[in-house]
C-alpha cells in the first residue's frame, strides 16, 4: 500500500494502477462502516483509493473539528489489511489554497433537514468530494446511506457538474444491538448508547406500522417521537421522497425516514429506506 500525503504522490501511485479504480473517501477513525464500503469498492474495482482527511470546510463553528476523533496509526493498519492500493492522506494546506471559489448546496435539498441544522456544512462536503472526485480519477465512489442527504445532493453534483464517475450508495452498518456505526459514537458513554438505541428502534416501529399498512406520515412521526423521549433532544424526525421532497404518505420504494437526535454530546443520525 502506498500512503500519499500529497498531491504529487498521489498522482505518481496512480500512474501504476491500470485498471478500474474504486474510491472511499472518509475522515478516518475507521469502524466497520467504513470497511463495509472499502470491502465493497474492493471488489468492484481493479484498484482501491481510500481517503482519510478531516476537512475543516464542513464543520460549522463550534462544531467538534478539533476533538473529532483521529486514529491515523490504526486507519493505516486497516486499510493496509483490506487491500488498499493507495491511502491518500493529505494535510489541510494540501487540500486548500486562500480565497477558493465555491460551491454551493442547492436552496432546497441543501438547506433542510441537516442543512438547516447545520448550514454551511453541505457546502464544504461538496467542496471537498469534488475535490476528492477529481483527484481520484475514480470510475466508482463509494458513499453510505447513513449520510443520506449527503449522499443524494454529492449524486446531484455529479450530475450537474457531468463528473464521470458512478456514485455507489452502500447500506448501513450498524452494531449488534442496532445503534449505526459512526465515528462520532466514541462519545457515548454505555448509559448514552443504550439510549442512542432509540434511534433505530423508532425505524423499527416504522417499518412494523407501514408493514402493517400505515402510510400516513404524521401518525407514523408521532409514534417515533415517542420512542425517541429517551434521547436529550430530537431534532428532526422527517419522512421524505428519494429527492427530499417532504411526504405526508409514504411511497413505498421512494421514501426515506431520517432522524436527528442529540444523546449526550454527540448528535446521532440514522435512517430507513423503504
Ligand atoms: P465519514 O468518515 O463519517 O465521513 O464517513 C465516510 C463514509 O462512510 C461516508 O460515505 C459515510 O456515509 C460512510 N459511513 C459512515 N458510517 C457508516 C455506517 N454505519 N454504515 C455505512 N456507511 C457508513
Redesign the pocket.
Known amino acids: 500500500m502506498i500512503i500519499a500525503t500529497t498531491i504529487e504522490a498521489l498522482q505518481e501511485a496512480k500512474e501504476s494502477l491500470k485498471g478500474s479504480i474504486g474510491f472511499?473517501?472518509?475522515?478516518?477513525?475507521?469502524?466497520?462502516?467504513?470497511l463495509?464500503?472499502i470491502q465493497q469498492a474492493r471488489a468492484e474495482n481493479e484498484h482501491l483509493i481510500v481517503s482519510v482527511f478531516v476537512n475543516p470546510t464542513q464543520f460549522l463553528e463550534g462544531e467538534d473539528l478539533d476533538a473529532y476523533p483521529r486514529r491515523e496509526q490504526a486507519d493505516i493498519k486497516i486499510c493496509e489489511l483490506a487491500g488498499v492500493d493507495i491511502l491518500f492522506m493529505p494535510g489541510i494546506d494540501v487540500m486548500y489554497e486562500k480565497d477558493e471559489l465555491s460551491i454551493a448546496a442547492p436552496a432546497i435539498r441543501g438547506y433542510v433537514l441537516e442543512g438547516e441544522r447545520r448550514p454551511g456544512h453541505f457546502d464544504g462536503m461538496l467542496q471537498v468530494v469534488m475535490k476528492l472526485l477529481n483527484l481520484s480519477s475514480a470510475d466508482r465512489a463509494?458513499?453510505?446511506?447513513?449520510?443520506a442527504q449527503?449522499?443524494s445532493l454529492i449524486d446531484q453534483m455529479v450530475k450537474h457538474y457531468f463528473m464521470d464517475v458512478q456514485i455507489v450508495p452502500?447500506?448501513?452498518?450498524?452494531d449488534e444491538k442496532g445503534l449505526?456505526?459512526?465515528?462520532r459514537n466514541v462519545y457515548l458513554s454505555e448509559e448514552e448508547k443504550e439510549r442512542a438505541l432509540s434511534l433505530s428502534r423508532a425505524l423499527k416501529t416504522a417499518t412494523r406500522m407501514v408493514m402493517a399498512g400505515e402510510l400516513n406520515c404524521e401518525r407514523l412521526k408521532t409514534e417515533m417521537r415517542e420512542v425517541l423521549a429517551v434521547t436529550d433532544e430530537v431534532e428532526y424526525v422527517a419522512i421524505v421522497d428519494r429527492s427530499f421532497g417532504l411526504l405526508e404518505e409514504v411511497e413505498i420504494g421512494n421514501t426515506i425516514i431520517l432522524i436527528a437526535a442529540r444523546v449526550g454530546k454527540p448528535r446521532l443520525i440514522d435512517n430507513l429506506w423503504i
Open positions: 472511499v473517501p472518509t475522515m478516518g477513525a475507521l469502524h466497520q462502516g467504513h463495509s464500503l463509494y458513499f453510505g446511506k447513513k449520510d449527503q449522499l452502500c447500506e448501513i452498518v450498524r449505526a456505526l459512526s465515528s
